[in-house]
């Protein structure tokens, strides 16, 4: 599929930099970095690693749950999308990865329940 560019917008692209801002108003650049939560330093969202991809994919795919989702299906569909980490990823690791996509605002808690939904 050939998609058509003017002069103007090959340009406007070159000298654009590359960290642009996306629709959730979030740096993408930004997301890499550490974070604190109160006293704690919360290690930053990696888009580059395969581990987060997953879970990235992971949190798209549960997102349409009218009541949330928990760390166990975020877990459980994480697996379906990279069969490699089928013995290596379990709850812990994705409550680790919730924490630090909500200390980032992309996701949150449902109420006072263990139950997460996007942001």
């Known amino acids: 599929m050939a998609v058509l560019h003017s002069p103007m917008s090959a340009k406007r692209y070159a000298t654009t930099p590359i960290s642009w801002r996306n629709d959730l108003g979030v740096h993408l650049d930004a997301l890499a970095a550490p974070s604190r939560r109160g006293a704690k330093r919360i290690a930053g969202v990696d888009l580059q690693k395969p581990r987060m991809q997953a879970v990235a994919a992971g949190v798209i795919a549960l997102a349409a749950s009218p009541h949330g989702f928990t760390a166990n299906q975020l877990a459980a569909q994480t697996k379906r999308h990279r069969p490699r980490l089928r ?24 109420g006072k329940t263990r139950t997460l939904s996007r942001a």
């Not at 379990?90 to 996701?107: F, I, P, S």
Request: hydrophobic share 35%.
């Open 87 to 110: 013995r290596k990823y379990g709850v812990r690791q994705a409550a680790y990865d919730l924490r630090k996509l909500r200390t980032k605002g992309l996701v949150q808690r449902v």
